[in-house]
């Protein structure tokens, strides 16, 4: 007899690759398929993978594939996707996988909506009215849903079970209807100005060449990139491909759902984390069968089985969120380009404030790009400028200064509306005993407790521990002696309300602001003038187009740039210039007063001047000589473990382990900043290598020098975001 044929099966788990299974007699399966493979005891979804099972494995240890789902195959870009990412971020295959599995339901049979349909003709002599009624609205061989006929025929659900048990109607599937309207390529939308035509005709060429290429879009704060590339979204339509939009906050993006809608006439299908089960089991599906034409996502969109994808846009490419730092750490607008060209499809990176690391890539000619010089509809750039904090120093215990005051009185005084952004929740980042100094820490975290006065609540940020502040305090047992230092949105809203207790006030920071119905009522609200003064955190700064809004102040603009990662001073122009560009986006001119200590800091000094570009070149400089990304590449490993010794112990083998070599630096261990996170304590490792060194053989076989105890994590993080 024949030995059966042998394949390779991924599983979604986090397994060092895939496995081999035996095809049983009267199955053919083919890479991609979706099937149900022993495991264990279990029974596993897997996928039939690429590449030859083992002719060496004996036939005592391979068990059979159960079966073949009925659902669509996993196509052979995507697969290679998965493989890239894995390889890329160093994780088990299986565990990429999975996110590309992520709505498991979707690959069962589909539930069939029950319907009626006619059974026999009727005799009109032995039916009521409202029987004969019913009947009327059914042509031979139609289905239709009971509560539809019931509804239809103004009779109760009765008449209609009644006519099925007396032989007239007989149940039948109803037809599956589209679960997403197609969007109209050519539904009339906003008539596009001259320079945003140009920009689109070259997006609109890439997408329809049909090929792997990489177009960054950048432009000025309100010069309406997002016109431009819907016209990208367009062209794809018209192709009859798939469309993916990636957005950082997708959750906060009611603007942006209002204009795809007036662009194209109908919703897009949406992808993130609060989708109910039964939304994404039908959008994922829907994705898989070509059905959904354009989806905007998260990050972990970029996993959904499209079968046909023509067009990647990653709206504000420069965002950290699309960094995802837990499981598989990816950074979503780099995979994004990597899904792309494995698609042949084409990508488009969209910033006001690029990163230095796509900057780089266009003018090495790696990127193409198209820039939008100018606001849409004549609107002015704001005019920035920066309040030093030791000329003008806030009265004590408050933290606007008076130009800032007056500058939003007179904002009111004319009827339009002022921002206060400050990047920080609560009321007070810090609470110290005024008697003994101790400040109240985090138990879990090395960090501190962040007031929630309105909630009576100290807070840790990070695990989301919290306690009722304390009336002694827990150090001294002095009481009424803890008092708060620094100011959240909460405390400014409490200055604000003392300075202006007539203005209608907003506080948007994500929990005031918990979700989509929040974020869309808040846009609103500010639209029909209803707010006076908003005061926020970062949610308030990208994407928002609100036309009273003519003052912006900047609570603290030195924040971000304490702590001095790689990154503070370019993340911090990116926010600050994102915030900035909220001011003055229609007919009336807007400001920006940036509070500082530090007004001659290249950050502020490139934000009041508008030059951008000088400052970013300036930073290029400065990380050029020493190989700093991205002219160098960094991987960070992060030792944790609930045992501060056994942390400890690997960091140092790790250590001890390090690669060395021309173009190849180890530095550390050191502990983290966040020494401890959740209980668990943390020592980081950094490799940085010259830009022509991949750093992932060199990560593998370092790794594979060291015995990792069970009790410790290593993480690897390559092309690290964050350095916490
Ligand atoms: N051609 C146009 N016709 C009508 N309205 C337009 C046009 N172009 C842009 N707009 C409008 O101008 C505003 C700004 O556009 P958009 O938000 O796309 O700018 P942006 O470049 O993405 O800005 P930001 O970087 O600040 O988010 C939006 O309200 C948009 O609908
Ligand atoms: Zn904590």
């Known amino acids: 007899m024949n030995a059966r044929p042998r394949v390779r099966v991924l599983l979604p788990l986090p397994l060092a690759d895939a496995y081999d299974y035996r095809v049983p007699a009267g199955l053919e399966v083919v890479p991609g398929d979706i099937v149900l493979v022993p495991l ?240 994404r089991r039908v959008t994922w599906r829907a994705v898989a069968e070509g059905e959904a034409k354009v989806l905007v996502g998260a990050r972990s969109a970029l996993f959904l089985p499209f079968p046909d994808l023509g067009l990647i846009v990653v709206d504000e490419e420069h965002e950290t969120a699309f960094k995802q730092e837990e499981g598989v750490v990816y950074h979503a607008r780099d995979m994004a380009v990597v899904r792309a060209r494995l698609a042949a499809a084409s990508c488009i990176l969209v910033s006001a404030t690029p990163s230095l690391e796509t900057l780089t890539n266009a003018e090495t000619g790696r990127y193409a790009h198209v820039h939008l010089a100018q606001r849409h509809g004549g609107a002015a750039m704001p005019d920035v400028a920066a309040l030093d904090l030791r000329r003008h120093p806030p009265e004590r215990g408050r933290f606007l200064s008076p130009p800032l005051i007056e500058a939003v009185a007179a904002t009111f005084a004319r009827g339009e509306q002022a921002m206060l952004f400050l990047n920080r929740r609560g009321y007070a980042p810090m609470t110290l005993c005024r008697t003994c100094g101790h400040r109240m820490q985090c138990p879990n975290c090395s ?182 990304p991205p002219f160098g590449r960094l991987a960070a490993l992060i030792v944790s473990s609930e045992e501060e010794r056994a942390a400890d112990r690997t960091a140092r083998d790790l250590g001890a382990a390090a690669p060395h070599g021309d173009g190849v630096q180890v530095l550390g261990p050191a502990p983290a900043p966040l020494a401890l996170l959740r209980g668990r304590h943390r020592r980081r490792l950094l490799l940085k290598t010259r830009r022509d060194i991949a750093v992932q053989p060199l990560l593998r076989e370092w790794l594979a020098r060291v015995t990792v105890p069970n009790a410790v994590r290593v993480q690897v993080d390559v092309d690290p975001v964050g350095f916490l």
């Open 447 to 628: 960090t501190w407790l962040v007031e929630h006065r309105a909630q009576r609540r100290l807070q840790c940020h990070h695990c989301g521990h919290s306690e009722a502040p304390p009336e002694t305090c827990p150090k001294c047992d002095a009481p009424h002696s803890l008092v708060p230092i620094g100011p959240g949105v909460e405390r400014v809203l409490e200055e604000a309300i003392a300075l202006w207790p007539d203005a209608r006030r907003l506080v948007m920071a994500s929990d005031t602001i918990p979700g989509p119905a929040a974020a869309a009522e808040a846009a609103r609200a500010i639209s029909a003038r209803e707010v006076d003064l908003l005061i926020g955190t970062q949610i308030m700064a990208k994407g928002w187009h609100f036309p009273h809004l003519t003052l912006v102040g900047v609570v603290d603009a030195d924040l971000g740039l304490a702590g001095g990662d790689l990154r503070a001073a370019e993340r911090t122009i990116q926010l600050l210039h994102q915030v900035a560009g909220r001011a003055g986006r229609e007919s009336a001119r807007g400001s920006v007063l940036l509070q500082s200590f530090s007004p001659e800091h290249p950050v502020m000094q490139a934000l009041v001047s508008g030059d951008l570009d000088g400052f970013m070149r300036a930073e290029s400089a400065q990380r050029r000589p020493g190989h700093w």
């Open 40 to 279: 264990g005891k279990r029974e596993e979804l897997g996928v039939v993978w690429d590449g030859a099972a083992d002719p060496a494995l004996p036939e005592r240890k391979l068990r059979d594939i159960v079966g073949r789902l009925d659902a669509p195959a996993m196509t052979g870009s995507l697969r290679r996707f998965v493989d890239w990412v894995a390889q890329y971020t160093l994780s088990p295959p299986g565990a990429v996988l999975r996110m590309a599995l992520s709505s498991p339901s979707a690959l069962e049979p589909q539930p069939l909506q029950p319907g009626w349909t006619l059974a026999e003709p009727p005799e009109a002599a032995r039916l009521t009215e409202s029987r004969r009624r019913v009947l009327a609205l059914l042509a031979p061989g139609a289905v239709v849903a009971g509560t539809a006929l019931a509804e239809a025929a103004g009779v109760s659900a009765g008449v209609v079970r009644g006519l099925a048990d007396a032989g007239f109607l007989r149940p039948a599937p109803l037809p599956r209807g589209r679960a997403f309207a197609y969007p109209a390529p050519d539904h009339p939308g906003p008539a596009l100005a001259e320079d945003q035509r140009a920009a689109a005709e070259t997006l609109r060429a890439s997408v329809a060449a049909r090929g792997f290429a990489v177009t960054l879009l950048t432009g000025v704060t309100g010069s309406g990139k997002t016109e431009v590339y819907f016209e990208a979204v367009a062209e794809a339509l018209r192709a009859g491909r798939q469309a993916l939009v990636l957005l950082p906050e997708i959750a906060l993006s009611a603007q942006w759902l209002d204009r795809f809608r007036a662009r194209f006439g109908v919703a897009p299908a949406l992808w993130h984390s609060e989708l109910t089960s039964r939304t």
